[in-house]
């Protein structure tokens, strides 16, 4: 609380700076959860020019923090805010118009809006912007496919420590080790082996990354090296540990894995509970239509 009582001194009477009132309101929505409070000072830090303030006051309605949820009034704070060159403002309304979570009076072309406000973001360096734009030009969304370009996007947004970004970073290496490995075991080329083994490394290292900021798809794909060995020791209690974490947050191929590897436990221990796991985590899986090869990585 000593960030707390540094705003509370600085900035509780009369404020006027904008940075202080908006820190201020961010102490009260984290720390104290007075959200009210919160709202004032934001309110007062817009009045300002705080395009900050005006991210944290659309997020509250985006998200219903403290306030009844309303994307209309998110959606017109995040507009506001791109009049201030906000980068955050930009991509948000980007994935506004994605959706199609708009005012009814706003007029659209759909994604060729999003990608717009996306590419205005990615112009002031957002690092999710970025990850945004280099995943559209490594599925050819809306452009030409061109992987320089998106792992270029991906570089930039990673320096940032974007999770999601650093996970598409792994997912490269990891396939550009899982394509020339299927090779090599072709043409019995064992004097190679080194090179894949290095994008492994890289791979399971960005995950190990992407993870630790949150990635719940990182953590999926951590667990495939740990349970396959690649780019770090085989370790089945591991790849299990960062299964449960992703299939704890609902990813789909999180409780498969999970429910796979009980079953394996299942098998080898004869319990009852270790088979009824795995039923509980495959049948959860079911509903989230999952249908893809346990060595495939997830985007």
């Not at 221990?269 to 959860?284: A, F, M, T, V």
Request: hydrophobic share 35%.
């Amino acid at each position: 609380f000593m960030l707390f009582f540094f705003f509370f001194f600085q900035a509780e009477d009369g404020i006027r700076d904008v940075e202080r009132s908006r820190g201020l309101g961010d102490v009260y929505k984290r720390q104290v959860q007075d959200y009210e409070k919160a709202k004032s000072l934001y309110l007062k830090a817009r009045e300002l020019g705080s395009a900050k303030a005006l991210v944290n006051l659309a997020r509250m309605y985006e998200n219903g923090v403290g306030v009844p949820q309303d994307y209309e009034e998110a959606f017109r704070l995040y507009k506001e805010g791109v009049e201030l060159k906000s980068a955050a403002c930009m991509f948000a309304l980007g994935k506004y118009y994605e959706l199609g979570l708009l005012p009814k009076d706003e007029a659209t072309r759909g994604m060729l809006d999003a990608i717009s406000y996306y590419q205005y973001a990615a112009n002031e360096h957002y690092p999710e912007a970025l990850t945004k734009i280099g995943y559209m030009y490594e599925n050819g969304i809306y452009c030409d496919k061109s992987m320089e370009t998106a792992l270029e996007m991906y570089e930039m947004a990673a320096k940032q420590n974007d999770a999601l970004a650093k996970n598409y970073l792994g997912l490269h290496h990891y396939n550009k080790a899982k394509k020339a490995e299927d090779i090599l075991r072709i043409m019995r080329k064992a004097d190679e082996e080194d090179k894949v083994s290095q994008d492994y490394e890289k791979a399971a290292k960005l995950f190990k990354e992407a993870r630790a900021l949150g990635c719940i798809r990182a953590a999926n794909n951590l667990g495939m090296c740990y349970e396959r060995g690649v780019g770090v020791e085989r370790d089945v209690e591991e790849a299990y540990e960062c299964y449960l974490e992703a299939a704890s947050q609902d990813f789909a191929q999180g409780m498969f894995n999970v429910g796979y590897l009980s079953f394996e436990k299942a098998k080898a221990s004869g319990l009852s509970e270790d088979y009824e796991l795995s039923l509980i985590h495959i049948c959860r899986c079911r509903r989230y239509a999952v249908c893809r090869s346990r060595w495939s990585p997830y985007h």
